[in-house]
């Protein structure tokens, strides 16, 4: 396998996980073929990478230089321009994955407003009071996530460039493995009980049940809004389709979804499939009724801890990946710049792992903090 063959094996897993879900579709793979090679990279080169055209090389470039250290300079005596990304692999990988991170961030600072104006209406019937309960629950969690977040960024920097963990974290991490802490652990994460979920009363007043039906439409307006332009269509459909079942608190069929949410029944069906794989909704049968039920089966602590945890299986699976190509390189080429490729793997590679011990000390950080509040 010569080097061009991994370099596009590379440059299409790259494009292909990342496509849609934070970047528009060739943007990454245009932006991993300029920066694997390390080294001043004309057009007719990234095609040769990508099998793009030329059309929508010359366009994702344009975005690169908007978003990224793209620099470009010409040769002497050479039409041609050249491009490269003006940073160290590990550099530019801590800029991507900071902007992963950000993807994962609520918007929710609309969230008080809407509290208030719902406020009035909880002594008129207990939904409008549930439907507060929900905001709040919703705001304080995410507000706790984003605020770890932000008091942590310098230590996604460190943990890059050092790749050292503070010692304290790791005696942090000692004390919650304690059997004590683990029982306490399980109870923060177990799922709601029946209790604790929402009957479902119908609004007869129907005054009170066209407001309550706007106050519905008014958030989940604000949360689409809120959604990145670029996620793709499923992940606002789970975005959307796990909040409509936070706030119901109770088994919803998957028509009561459509028409809540107005998604096509194709994507509710793979969305569902995909929670339900996720670990993140169960399904519950009634006697006598075919019909299947979707309810949360996550608490709040559980559904902030599945988020780090979903950076950590993407860091996991790409390091694999990185180790998987840098060992190719290594033993099926005698090319001579395969040198500097497996190095720039290795640090491809590094900042994954860091990224993902990075996400570790984030759950224990919040765990430390839910269990002494």
Partial sequence: MSLDEIKREFIHFMEEKHSGFLFPRKYFGCMMAVFIEQEPITQDRIEELTDYSKTTISQMLKLLQVNFPLKTHKKSGIRKKYYTID?????????????IIDLYKDRVDFFPLLIEEIR??????????????????????????????????????????????????????????????????????????????????QIKEPSLAKQ??????????????????????????????????????RPLTQEEIERATNFQRSTISDTL??????????????????KKYY????????????????????AKEMKDK?????????????????????????????????FENYFRLLEVKYLNIRLKG
Avoid at 279 to 285: L, S
Avoid at 334 to 352: A, C, P, Q, V, W
């Fill in 322 to 354: 990185m180790s998987e190509w840098k060992e190719k390189v290594e033993t099926e080429t005698l090319d001579k710049g395969n040198s500097s490729l497996s190095r720039f793997l290795e640090d491809i590679h590094h900042t994954y792992v860091q």
């Fill in 273 to 290: 499939k995909l929670l339900l794989k996720m670990q993140m909704i169960g399904v519950v049968k009634r006697p006598g009724d075919r």
């Fill in 295 to 314: 309810e949360i089966v996550q608490s709040w602590d559980a559904r902030t801890i599945r988020r780090f945890r979903i950076n950590i299986i993407y």
């Fill in 120 to 201: 009035p209406y909880t002594q008129k019937h207990p939904k409008f009071k549930r439907f507060i309960q929900f905001l709040e629950n919703y705001y304080h969690f995410s507000t706790l996530y984003m605020q770890l977040l932000a008091e942590t960024s310098q230590e996604l920097r460190e943990l890059v460039n050092t790749g050292q963990i503070n010692a304290s974290e790791l005696s942090n991490y000692n004390i919650l493995s304690s059997p004590e802490y683990q029982r306490e652990i399980q109870i923060l994460l177990a799922p709601p009980t029946e209790s604790e979920r929402f009957l479902a009363q």
């Fill in 212 to 249: 309550y039906v706007q106050f519905r439409q008014k958030f989940f307006q604000k949360f689409r809004e809120n959604l990145t332009y670029s996620g793709s269509q499923q992940s606002i459909a789970r975005a959307i389709i796990g909040t409509e079942l936070l706030l119901e608190q």
């Fill in 87 to 99: 940073a160290t692999p590990r550099e530019f990988m801590l800029r991507v994955l900071t902007s």
